[in-house]
Structure formats: structure tokens, C-alpha cells
């Protein structure tokens, strides 16, 4: 039977009352990365309204410079209590709670922002955009330190009791900057041709697996574009992809989260598979998809162009690549943030009552 947006689902173990998931946004509300009552309460409307799954915003690895800003939530020592309150309001609610793991590595260096603005910025060869060098490289125990810093977050996320983690890998960040070459000059292990340079991610990988337990999923995100380069692509053939691909299952990723910027664009020639669509059909592990769903046009450059996203995209498109089993969750994410009724709205057919997306949107993030 061809798979829909609000069938009940099993994936790695996970089960879910559909297939929809809310997309990790970074936010920026937790004063001295302690999430509030109210970060408790934006994540619990979205779970009450009936999304399958909340990925958090990314939460800071416990490492001093993992993140770039005061206000992001962190996932170690004090707020590892609320972390769980959160996690058991949101599971009461019916949604699988899923903390995105995150370090930003040289992302850091364009701001001088907390914490810890005294210490360096951690990247593989002190580069984040290509041609602007801003320090040294990382040592080998500064990687090692990292990459038992994320598996300390991932045992905290067993411990308080989540669903699973999501490792972010994808635009620019920390695991990204090792992957890309022109941010990776690296000439140990950990830089090279593509599969030394893939060598951090599966270590990532294969510390959170130690730390946490063989059933409990690993979500693994990934994209083709930068922060710095929307046009960057670290796989130009599905040969690349399934190089990439194989590694990080046999390090123990469970489910890869596939990042475009429009889920409906076609990601090699000669097929309309999107990114997702290769992924699961190259690595045999479930994906999601996940790009301006639910979106009337790319949210980016529309905000470039000055333009809020008034209506809501027709999600035919999307019915019909999950009904041919190219993917098995669908990741929401900006449309979901200004509408936390978003998913009860489409289930119920009134898509006419969606609220849309805008500039106003990002100052509220309710």
C-alpha cells in the first residue's frame, strides 16, 4: 500500500503516529543556553497539533566553543533537567522527542559573541569560507576531545529519556567543514581524498553508538549546499553518495535527514530522484526528506527578494514521492514555524486557514 503523510510509521525502531517531522530552527531563546518555560511550550503546541516527531534546534555539544551565541540551548550540566521535562511533555503529548547534537566549528569565527568568547573557534584547517583563513588548524586532541564531547551529549540524551539524536553534519558546520575540501586541507587522517575526510564524521558516529545502546536511533544530517555556498555539492555523481553513504551505516547511522533547499528538485541528472530519493535507495537505510515543504517558493530567496511567502505550496508533489516509497518521514520547518497548527490543519483539509510564512515569522517563533 503506498505510504501517505499521516499513516502511523515504524522506522529504526521508532514509532511514530505519521510520517511528519518538525525540522530542526535554531532559535536563540535560552539565556545562558538554559531553555525557559516557553521553549518547553513552543515545542509541546507543535507535538498537541500532531507532529510525528520534534528534532530540536541544535543544542550545543559539551564543549566551551561549540556553539556562537549565549542564547543557544546547550545539552550538558544544568540544563539537562529541563532537557528531560521537555523531553517527557513532548512524548506525553504523542511527538518522539530528538535532540540535534551540534558544534559549529569555525562558523564561530564570524561573530564574538558567549560563550566563551576568550577561546579560539575549533575547525579542520582554520578556514570556514574558502580564501579567508581566520586561525590554526585543530589538533588531534582537540578532535578527540570533540568526538567524546558529542558522546557525552548523546548518553544525556538516553538519560533523559529522548527518542534518539540527531548528529548535524550538514551546512557548513563543524562535521561539514571536514567533508567539504576547500575547508579541509588537512594532511593527516582526518584530510585527503574524500573518504579520510569522512573520517570525523563516523568517529562522530561510532562514540555515540559506544555511548548510547544498539537500538536507540541515530539520525544523521547532511546537505550538498553551505552556509557559505548554496551552490557547493560534495557529491556530483551517486557514486560520491554512495561512498559517503556506506561509512556512516556501518558506523551506526540509523536514519539520514537529506537537506535541500527545494525537496522537490531533482539532485542528479537523468532522474527525478531528490536527495532523499538517492539516499535511501543507495544506502538502504530510511530518510528523510525535508526543503521548503509546505512552502509556495524557496523561503531563501524570497526573503532576499523581500517577499513573505503568503500561501501555502500544494503538497502534491510531495503525496506522490512518498507514495512511491522515495522517502519515509518528511522534515517541516519554516512552514511549521509559523503555524504550529500545520500538520492538524493539512490532516484536517484546511489548508485554506494556514498561516504563512514571513519576516515577521523569525522575530516571534511561537
Given amino acids: 500500500m503506498a505510504a501517505t503523510l499521516f499513516d502511523p510509521v515504524t522506522v529504526a525502531g521508532l514509532a511514530l503516529r505519521n510520517r511528519t517531522v518538525m525540522s530542526p530552527m535554531t532559535r536563540r531563546?535560552?539565556?545562558?543556553?538554559?531553555p525557559t518555560a516557553e521553549v518547553a511550550a513552543y515545542y509541546v503546541r507543535r507535538a498537541e497539533a500532531?507532529?510525528?516527531?520534534?528534532?530540536?534546534?541544535?543544542?550545543?555539544?559539551?564543549?566551551?566553543?561549540?556553539?556562537?551565541h549565549a542564547d543557544i540551548p546547550i545539552f550538558y550540566g544544568d540544563a539537562l533537567p529541563v532537557w528531560r521535562d521537555i523531553a517527557a511533555q513532548?512524548?506525553?503529548?504523542?511527538?518522539?522527542f530528538i535532540p540535534q547534537l551540534?558544534?559549529?566549528?569555525?562558523?564561530?569565527?564570524?561573530?564574538?559573541?558567549?560563550?566563551?568568547?576568550?577561546?579560539?573557534s575549533v575547525s579542520p584547517s582554520g578556514i570556514y569560507q574558502p580564501g579567508a583563513p581566520f586561525g590554526e588548524p585543530a589538533t588531534e586532541r582537540q578532535i578527540a576531545d570533540i568526538i567524546a564531547?558529542?558522546?557525552?551529549?548523546?548518553?544525556?540524551?538516553?538519560?533523559?529519556g529522548a527518542d534518539g539524536i540527531e548528529i548535524h553534519g550538514a551546512h557548513g558546520y563543524l562535521i561539514d567543514q571536514f567533508l567539504?575540501?576547500?575547508?579541509?586541507?588537512?594532511?593527516?587522517?582526518?584530510?585527503?581524498?574524500?573518504?579520510?575526510?569522512l573520517t570525523f564524521a563516523t568517529e562522530v558516529v561510532r562514540a555515540c553508538r559506544r555511548a548510547t545502546t544498539a537500538s536507540f536511533p541515530i539520525l544523521f544530517r547532511f546537505s550538498q549546499f553551505k552556509q557559505v555556498d548554496y551552490s557547493a555539492r560534495l557529491f556530483a555523481t551517486p557514486e560520491d553518495l554512495a561512498a559517503f553513504l556506506e561509512p556512516l551505516v556501518d558506523a551506526g547511522v540509523d536514519i539520514f535527514d537529506c537537506s535541500q533547499r527545494r525537496f522537490w528538485d531533482a539532485e542528479f541528472g537523468g532522474s527525478d530522484l531528490n536527495l532523499a530519493g538517492w539516499t535511501r535507495k543507495l544506502g538502504g537505510?530510511?530518510?528523510?526528506?525535508?526543503?521548503?515543504?509546505?512552502l509556495g517558493s524557496d523561503v531563501v530567496a524570497s526573503l532576499r527578494e523581500g517577499q513573505d511567502i503568503s500561501e501555502a505550496s500544494a503538497l502534491d508533489r510531495l503525496e506522490t514521492l512518498l507514495a512511491r516509497g522515495d522517502f519515509d518521514l518528511v522534515g517541516i520547518g519554516r512552514a511549521l514555524l509559523a503555524d504550529p497548527q500545520w500538520v492538524a490543519k493539512v490532516q484536517n483539509?484546511?489548508?485554506?486557514?494556514?498561516?504563512?510564512?514571513?519576516?515577521?515569522?523569525?522575530?516571534?517563533?511561537s
Fill in 180 to 197: 567539504w575540501a576547500p575547508t579541509n586541507a588537512r594532511t593527516d587522517r582526518y584530510g585527503g581524498d574524500f573518504q579520510r575526510r
Fill in 285 to 294: 537505510r530510511p530518510v528523510m526528506t525535508v526543503g521548503s515543504v509546505g
Fill in 29 to 34: 531563546f535560552s539565556p545562558g543556553g538554559i
Fill in 149 to 160: 564531547a558529542y558522546a557525552r551529549s548523546a548518553r544525556a540524551a538516553l538519560e533523559i
Fill in 50 to 68: 500532531g507532529v510525528g516527531a520534534i528534532i530540536t534546534e541544535g543544542v550545543a555539544i559539551d564543549h566551551p566553543v561549540a556553539v556562537d
Fill in 90 to 96: 513532548v512524548k506525553a503529548a504523542g511527538a518522539a
Fill in 349 to 365: 483539509g484546511q489548508n485554506d486557514q494556514l498561516v504563512g510564512f514571513s519576516r515577521a515569522a523569525l522575530q516571534t517563533l
Fill in 102 to 120: 551540534w558544534h559549529v566549528g569555525g562558523h564561530r569565527s564570524l561573530t564574538e559573541t558567549p560563550p566563551s568568547p576568550d577561546l579560539p
